[in-house]
């Protein structure tokens, strides 16, 4: 298959639906050997299937992000498969849930902290021999948020954890750039089964959302976001790294 990422492995976790999934058929539409990795088969499976059907190479690797096991038996499995691992996104996270920090309990910072930082923890330190194998083909990119730049009053835990990602993000460029590997974040706004299900309990809320946005209209996880996450991961975007993309359609513009 020809394309910007013909011949290259990535593994996308939380690609069983929005933004993840967008990104890994973007990434497949490009040539990529997808790894579809996902919590649950029932959103990974299908997920794999449709991008086969498409024309595209993807397996599904059922995988537990907040867990150190789960994420190396991944990294195995796709380098098993595909002999090599030159892109790792890390996209999969739980939480998000609107709380105030004086009440808010354990749970929920375990919740966004799990999936966030110690995801990106594994994901990076894991994939980084595989990506230092690649040179100036290793990719790692994780999908942070506008909160964690300019901060949330619902969401304040979400917002730290976000924002700890692109702290990661900044380190590992400094640290990894002698290994050609380039290391950046994705800050997106589109569509998702999360955001659907708010704007379907308050209507409001999507036109919110909207007329927040210069270009007046939500990024389609595919097209939008996936568009950037593949400039990121080719060849095209080899002299970019250490930054932080916001894909919002112009509703954060205080970088």
């Known amino acids: 298959m020809s394309g ?8 996308v976790t939380g690609a069983g639906q929005g933004v993840g ?3 890994a058929h973007a990434f497949a539409k490009e040539g990529a050997n997808v790894v579809v990795a996902a919590r649950r088969a029932e959103t990974g499976e299908p997920a794999a299937q449709e991008i086969r059907e498409r024309g595209g190479e993807a397996t599904c690797i059922v995988t537990d992000v907040t867990s150190r096991t789960s994420m190396k038996a991944c990294v195995a499995a796709a380098v098993k498969r595909y002999g090599a691992l030159e892109i790792m996104v890390h996209n999969a996270f739980r939480g998000g849930t609107p709380h105030r920090i ?5 749970d929920v910072w375990e919740e966004n902290s799990g999936t966030a930082v110690w995801g990106t923890f594994y994901s990076a330190q894991l994939a980084f021999p595989h990506l230092r194998d690649a040179g100036a ?3 790692l990119i994780l999908l942070t948020s506008p909160a964690g730049i300019e901060g949330s009053v619902n969401i304040p835990l979400y917002s730290a954890v976000k924002a700890a990602q692109r ?80 894909c919002d359609g112009g509703s954060f513009m205080g970088l």
């Open 4 to 11: 910007r990422l013909a011949g290259r492995t990535a593994i």
């Open 21 to 23: 999934l967008g990104i």
């Open 137 to 139: 083909n290793g990719r």
């Open 102 to 106: 004086e009440d808010v309990g354990l």
């Open 167 to 246: 702290a990661m993000t900044k380190s590992l460029s400094k640290e990894w750039g002698p290994h050609g590997i380039t290391v950046n974040a994705i800050a997106p706004v589109a569509e998702t089964p999360a955001l659907a299900g708010a704007f379907a309990q308050n209507p409001v809320l999507k036109e919110r959302v909207e007329a927040r946005a210069s270009l007046r209209r939500i990024g389609d996880p595919e097209r939008d976001i996936g568009g950037v996450a593949v400039f990121l991961a080719s060849d095209d975007g080899g002299y970019v790294t250490g930054q932080t993309i916001v």
